[in-house]
């Protein structure tokens, strides 16, 4: 039983997704820093000043709180859609990455791989090589 794990560990897949599970965690931590560090504020620069992380709906009592963050530490019901759009960007960012390493991987695959040999014709059928013969013989009278 102990080497059959073992044997099932060492395949090639298993190993790669492992080792893809770890690089798209740290991958995530990277393009959720991008989106909320340095694209949602260039964005927002550009809409007036906008901060989508703290946009959002106080649904109770919005004369009690200064700000939709201070109603999300009072524990007030809100409906965040800023926090929303930024995993929304964060979602749109990691496919487009991913499309263009899949992209990529496949092109340099296509690349690698050798051209198929042409198939060599197919043998005539015995029919065919019948009908040859006859052909041949009643060339010959």
């Known amino acids: 039983m102990i080497k059959e794990f073992r044997d099932f560990i060492n395949r090639g897949n298993v190993l790669d997704l492992a080792v893809a599970v770890i690089i798209g965690g740290a991958f995530g931590a990277i393009t959720t820093s991008l989106v909320n560090q340095v694209i949602m ?9 906008a901060d989508f992380s703290n946009l959002g709906i106080i649904m109770k009592d919005r004369d009690q709180y200064a700000s939709v963050a201070d109603a999300v530490a009072a ?5 965040q859609y800023g926090a929303f759009l930024n ?18 991987f496949n092109q340099a695959k ?32």
């Open 75 to 79: 524990g007030a019901p809100v409906l």
């Open 87 to 104: 995993t929304v960007i964060n979602f749109l960012l990691i496919a487009i990455v991913l499309f263009f390493i899949v992209k990529a």
């Open 110 to 141: 296509k690349a690698f791989e050798k051209p198929a040999a042409p198939a060599a014709p197919a043998e005539p059928s015995a029919e065919v090589k019948l009908l040859t013969e006859i052909r041949d013989e009643l060339k010959k009278r």
């Open 41 to 49: 504020p260039v964005i927002g620069l550009i809409l007036g000043g």
